[in-house]
């Protein structure tokens, strides 16, 4: 038969290939359906292409805000980060190892509003790319020991849990196992609801591990980031050897919603009882007020005096008394 012929009555004519499959249905159901459905659907990003500053308004594309450690280049804000990257902008490259925290009651109470605790759980997880609100490094600073517990902002807004205080009291205890200083990274929106009573004896937990570490005469430096809305973080202000905090931190009661999401004009609206960086520095209780990409440096001169046993200058007699100079620091 030509392709112009008729096909003889009762010959059974072939379909085209690829116009129907095997079960009958059509190249519009099996191609075209699908395609146009893969256009029309919005697409799910991992991660936002454009940030928008909360606090001048600016977009920047995500790449370059994670290459300046997440400030604007345009008024500087400095917006939350997460507790890797903590890691990676804190402790020498190639030096530094996480640290299994110990586990803790994932959801004691079986809480339930909305939708299930556990649920919420599993979702932060996934997001933040952490186990928990807190995780906790040991590695080197310049060359020199030291343990880090850092909060993490993304994991259910850094809200404080049962398996937060436990990493604390982990990072205390390796701290004084290495004979290490301690670091402490703020970050949380408060105490987590869904633990509670769980959350709340977490506090007098990490006190008594802050006080091991002062018996071992080991530096405590916190690093106040914004937020710090947790009892935690008023603990550690007021056992910490040094406090540093980031331009803009802000301390003080947690928010009526402590999951509310963060880096928006409205997690930087003024509240009753919260403290900017600059107000806690007259009060006394920071001691400085240093930019993100400058905290590493500001961190290993601290711990150069306080983890040196004799001052490297010579030290001259008062008067009255012998005038010459005493080495401070005997050859070994």
Not at 19 to 26: A, D, K, L
Not at 249 to 260: C, E, I, M, S
């Amino acid at each position: 038969m030509g392709f112009g012929g008729r096909a003889p009555s009762g010959s059974r004519v072939e379909p085209w290939p690829g116009i129907t499959g095997g079960n009958g249905m059509s190249w519009l159901t099996n191609f075209v359906r699908p395609t146009l459905r893969r256009w029309i659907s919005p697409r799910v990003l991992r991660e936002a292409q454009w940030v928008t500053c909360p606090k001048c308004g600016a977009t920047v594309f995500h790449r370059d805000l994670d290459a300046n450690w997440r400030i604007c280049p345009h008024c500087d804000h400095h917006l939350t980060l997460s507790a890797a990257r903590r890691f990676d902008l804190l402790l020498d490259a190639e030096s530094w190892a996480r640290i299994e925290i110990p586990g803790a009651p994932a959801d004691p109470l079986k809480f339930r509003d909305a939708r299930r605790y556990g649920e919420r759980l599993k979702e932060a997880a996934a997001q933040s790319r952490e186990a928990e609100a807190v995780a906790v490094a040991h590695g080197r600073i310049d060359g020199r020991g030291a343990v880090i517990a850092a909060f993490e902002p993304h994991f259910l807004c850094g809200t404080a849990g049962a398996a937060a205080g436990e990493a604390v009291v982990a990072a205390a205890e390796l701290a004084v196992l290495q004979d290490a200083p301690l670091l402490v990274v703020t970050g949380s929106q408060g105490p987590r609801i869904p633990d509670g009573a769980f959350a709340l004896l977490q506090l007098p937990r990490v006190i008594l591990a802050l006080r091991k570490v002062a018996e071992r005469n080991l530096p405590l430096i916190v690093v106040l980031a914004d937020p710090a809305f947790d009892p935690i973080s008023e603990a550690l202000l007021q056992q910490a050897d040094v406090v540093l905090a980031e331009p803009e931190a802000r301390l003080g009661p947690p928010p009526a919603d402590p999951f509310a999401p963060m880096d928006t004009p409205a997690f930087l609206a003024p509240r009753g009882g919260v403290v900017g960086a600059a107000a806690a520095r007259r009060r006394g209780r920071i001691d400085r007020i240093a930019d993100r990409r400058d905290i590493k440096a500001e961190i290993a001169a601290i711990l150069d005096i306080l983890c040196r046993p004799f001052p490297s200058a010579t030290i001259l007699a008062y008067p009255g008394q012998e005038t010459k100079l005493i080495d401070a620091a005997p050859d070994a």
